[in-house]
């Protein structure tokens, strides 16, 4: 069983920051891509930020760019989502994912293993 267990949100002001962590798998964690998701109420799963397996590629959606950072550390066996100028529309449920492969991939669909989610809340 792959357990995945992020943490790191909150309740910030629009313009802060927050940093989300999510603790990997227990077999090599350097064999899995990894993803951040994000799902607001209402409303669809979408696609956040990824990376590949070594943390040499990433990809963000154009909604986050400029503003977040994907990285891990897999000496520590975590993935990490640095969140920068916050805005409200960021309020939602995060995900972290993982896969076993090479790629960076963007997709829901593709992702075997899910966390639980970690609640992040952007005040005006």
């Known amino acids: 069983q792959v357990q995945l267990v992020e943490s790191g949100g909150g309740l910030v002001q629009a313009g802060g920051s927050l940093r989300l962590s999510c603790a990997g798998p227990?077999?090599?964690?350097?064999?899995?891509?990894m993803g951040w998701f994000r799902q607001a109420p209402g409303k669809e799963r979408e696609f956040v930020a990824a990376?590949?397996?070594?943390?040499?590629?990433?990809a963000y959606a154009d909604s986050v760019k400029g503003r977040f950072t994907i990285s891990r550390d897999n000496a520590k066996n975590t993935v990490y989502l640095q969140m920068n100028s916050l805005k409200p529309e960021d309020t939602a449920l995060y995900y972290c994912?993982?896969?076993?492969?090479?790629?960076?991939?963007?997709?829901?669909?593709?992702?075997?293993?899910w966390g639980q989610g970690t609640q992040v809340t952007v005040s005006s």
């Open positions: 227990g077999r090599p964690f350097g064999s899995y891509a």
């Open positions: 990376i590949n397996r070594s943390g040499g590629s990433t």
């Open positions: 994912a993982a896969r076993l492969t090479i790629l960076v991939v963007t997709t829901p669909r593709e992702y075997n293993y």
